[in-house]
């Protein structure tokens, strides 16, 4: 055991050194002013107090610096995973109970297990079945529903609903109950914060401030914009006027939780938290792998995963929330300098900081301000134009990505996501159950051979030659047989039948036994079965099998060897136990 | 529309002929014969009167014969289907009572209205997803279970359970309240069925029997024990002593019954329905195509599922039970010259001729010699080396075999195959998501590439050319972004990455993401991509994307040409939009 490989901080902190400190404390200094509006804005979100996005922005930050392998990923709340746990907490317990904030803790805790577990078990691979379309229709449709979710805020009215539907009807009853005041902090940071977004930067550039500081600064505008309505709303009183604020936050430093509940509301959540942790996963891995290019630099996806996951579990006992590798921060954070995890470690002391002191300053922040930098940055997560460049390349895909994002956006987000695995592993298996197969012939004069529905290409009636372009397995075993028995009725004069298999990576065994009941149908009809370009793993497993003993032809090397020797009746092939490894095995 | 091919009694009736329906009628004799004692032991099976399982070989072989692809199809009750039907109907309603009679022909209505909309909306290929290791798996663990559910009968004591555990639990307790009789008729006719199986053949054969008159007179055996048993329990009274008998058997042709019972009723079904009707369909088509393959005709898969479909409704209106191919008559059927599916209709005439006229005689029948020939006749499909051989050919296909095998004996038929359909899903989609890569060099003084682990190859620091041996989608699209940057990471002076592309049939939506994303993070590390080998068909859908604006590399046509152009700085390659289909197409 490497024991580096397990604690990825022994392969950075013993040569830490003081260029990397001050790099690493500058970032941090810049990742922690940026951080703190976001995580209020991310509690509030999830339907939690303020101060629990403080705290799950601490311990967690810990935990990554110990066992994360990105150099620069930043953990704490983010906007998706915080919907998916206002959606699955929200199910289970009424809004501001202490039940909900200890589902939450639970939540946080049963994610960070699986996580973990993943991480061990080397079970990685399965955040692959959130494929990309599915991701993208996700993203964009909890976009949607966050930036209708907060739209309550901005307005100063009550509604709730965890998706499209059920928030635009609650919001068409209140709207007309509006807060003028309220409507005018949110209306102003929004147009703030877009006009930022829209026209700082290239005014910055044209003063010219380098590209980084610029990009920084216009990323500080949401700070700016929750000073400035804080002061007005302190100064003016806007609260007496009807002006919601985040109100009293205790100050401290995290209090010890221990999450419990019966052995029912794990169960409830178990769904919700293995969702979670996949998103969580795919996103924060996504955004990793990313900056780490950028140095040529590794991760180690399953590393990642018991990083994530320990990040989960210090949240869950140090008061917090389910938590993730949050893109922009990561970004801000690798633009800052940061070179090591210490950086993040640095954000978790400011972050801590900022609990202990700051919490007097918060009460007065409108939370319309808050929700104005969440419809903010959730907007710019909601890709449209992906629909229609899915549709071009791949139908089945666009199929996936838009079943994804409208079943999240009628009936939520648990059901959006599986809707969305459950089509893409339904269409990737009826494609390479019918997979594509040609009957080749041979281009006049050279040993190549092409589809003869394309090429004009010699041909022999008493020789097909079937090349098939899928690997053989259970899926599409039986169409095999279909398509070979079909040859065989079609071409009365038929004697041989060649399977070209260039593009067999695997024969599994329903794949064999379809073969041998291609072979022995075959036989009954008088044609012969022979195989040609078999990879050489594949005729490895072949070799020792009924069906080797069985084939009423013979293994040709290549194609052409096959036409030349069953045309001509030449002996070219071998008999199918008796080709050595190496001659079997195709140099492609 | 081509009516005969929805009606493919059209492409045999208008040229049907003397010779056709002599070998036919003596088909339908034979198979009548066979058929009898078989349609009561498996009404007996589902828990249903005997006459149940007349009645379901009546109106569903004159539907198959209209509907059906195969010539020699027989149709009717079969085992696995009988205990199949017992586990659902049996959750839903008590035995022997009016509304499991009425669970029976809701489930054969569901069964047959869910094959008939698979045949005509073709979605044949989702029996597929019953792997040839399941099917192993769940047949010999259904031959295993209904033995033991027999045992009771021969035995003549109590007992029940739909899964090994409950079954042998029950039996155990009841066994010392054994009857004499009864027992001496069950060991007896299943010695002698044994005996006749093992060794009447071989002795015909001896005698100057030809091969198939000796293969019939062995399947008649059950016949004889039939007659024997019958009688001797009417001569001796044996039926006051204790031996069960199937008792009074209303005389008559199938009534006319309207399936009926709630939506609660047929949703509680519906799973049991689907499951049924992909066991039937599978273990049907298998027999047909083995069959048709003997004389080169084909059957259409897709038609056969609405061949079954009406099978099963037309059951369901004439007091039937869930029916399919069956493989022992379908066999003796073809055997005894059969040539068309009229062979079928005379035997629905014939079983019709039974139920009107033989049921007095049925009285008497003991029901320790009906479970004595369904145990002899499952023990066959019960094939334990299935798992040695499987076991030796891939482990992945094995562990669903062995799945499937275990959950069906401990938990039931449903989950047997649930259970064992998810693992090799799940199987095949791990595998895929890691697949086979090599890094490949080349054979000196040749063309040809090869695996740098297995061969002495030439290879260059300032280029990687990676073959990757399995199409590009969501399942492994990361697994190859962590493959190609790991090689970037570990090889520092590298300044070109060649995907060799020979086995890739597909690209997805994630995976061309996934190669934007590797092209940008190689391109951040200063590496340029190159594809090579790319078929046509995944060049064409490539052309029009970004990724192929944005492509650092060139496309070449072969590995050889990417290995010159790379190593002397020639201009081989194309850029990627420019690429022609004709010069992209390689000609495997």
Known sequence: MNPKRYFPILQWLPGYGRLALSRDLLAAVIVTIMLIPQSLAYAMLAGLPPEVGLYASIAP???YAVFGTSRTLAVGPVAVVSLMTAAAVGQVAPQGSPEYLGAALVLALLSGLILTLMGLARLGFLANFLSHPVISGFITASGLIIAASQLK?????????????????????????????????GLGVLAFLYAARRWLKPALLRLGVAPRPADMLTKAAPILAVLVTTLATWGLGLDALGVAVVGTVPAGLPPLTLPGGDIGLWRELFMAALL?????????????????????????????LVGLGTSNIAASFTGGMPVTGGFARSVVNFDAGAETPAAGAFTAVGIALAALLLTPLIAYLPIATLAATIIVAVL????????????AYSRCDAAAMLATLGVTLAHGVESGILAGVGLSLALHLYYTSRPHSAIVGRVPGTEHFRNVQRHRVETDPRLAILRVDESLYFANARYLEDTVMELAARQPG?????????????????????????????????????????????????????????????????????????????????????????TAEIPT
Chains 1, 2 share one sequence.
């Open 61 to 63: 930050l810990l935990a």
């Open 153 to 185: 805020h901005v307005l100063g009215v009550e509604a709730s609903g965890h998706n499209l539907l059920e928030l635009a009807t609650s919001l068409a009853g209140s709207v007309p109950g509006f807060n003028g005041p309220t409507l005018a902090i």
């Open 276 to 304: 979670i942790s996949l998103v969580g996963f795919v996103e924060s891995v996504s955004v990793g792998q990313t900056l780490a290019a950028k140095r040529r630099q590794r991760i180690d996806p399953d590393q990642e």
């Open 380 to 391: 710019s997560l909601v890709d449209l134009p992906a629909i229609k460049r899915t549709w």
């Open 494 to 582: 038929l004697e041989h039948i060649v399977l070209a298999c260039q593009a067999v990576n695997v024969i599994d065994a329903s794949a064999l036994e379809s073969l041998e009941a291609i072979n022995a149908r075959l036989k009954d009809a008088s044609v012969r079965l022979h195989l040609a370009e078999v990879k050489g793993p594949v005729m490895d497993r072949l070799q020792h099998t009924a069906f080797c003993q069985a084939l009423t032809g013979q293994v040709f090397l290549s194609t052409y060897d096959a036409w030349r020797a069953l045309r001509d009746n030449t002996a070219l092939g071998s008999r199918c136990g008796q080709v050595a490894r190496g």
